[in-house]
């Protein structure tokens, strides 16, 4: 697996419409995407960290270089305070907890 964590600062009063524009994503059927998590930091309400796996390196690439996946990350980028701080690599190991 591959993909990325990302450090977003987020305007003030802006982390709801973060929120509504990341929803967006469980509505696409993009293709190789496995997952994403959003987490809001206790120190500060407005930074946020996103992690997004794919399957593979290819289909992460290939989403990034999307133009639709441009559009929705503008839309996005609108909200915060800088670029996002990317950190992209291969998936080493992950768990979920079974039932």
Not at 69 to 85: G, I, M, N, T, Y
């Amino acid at each position: 697996m591959y993909g990325t964590v990302a450090r977003l600062r987020v305007k003030l009063g802006q982390v709801a419409k973060v929120q509504e524009d990341m929803k967006q994503y469980e509505q696409l059927k993009i293709p190789g995407f496995v997952g994403t998590t959003v987490y809001r930091m206790d120190r500060d309400p407005n930074e946020l960290y996103l992690t997004v796996v794919f399957k593979d390196k290819a289909s992460y690439t290939a989403n990034a270089k999307d133009p639709r996946q441009d559009e929705r990350f503008r839309k996005l980028r609108a909200s915060l305070v800088a670029d996002p701080e990317w950190h992209d690599g291969e998936v080493i190991w992950s768990e979920t907890a079974k039932p």
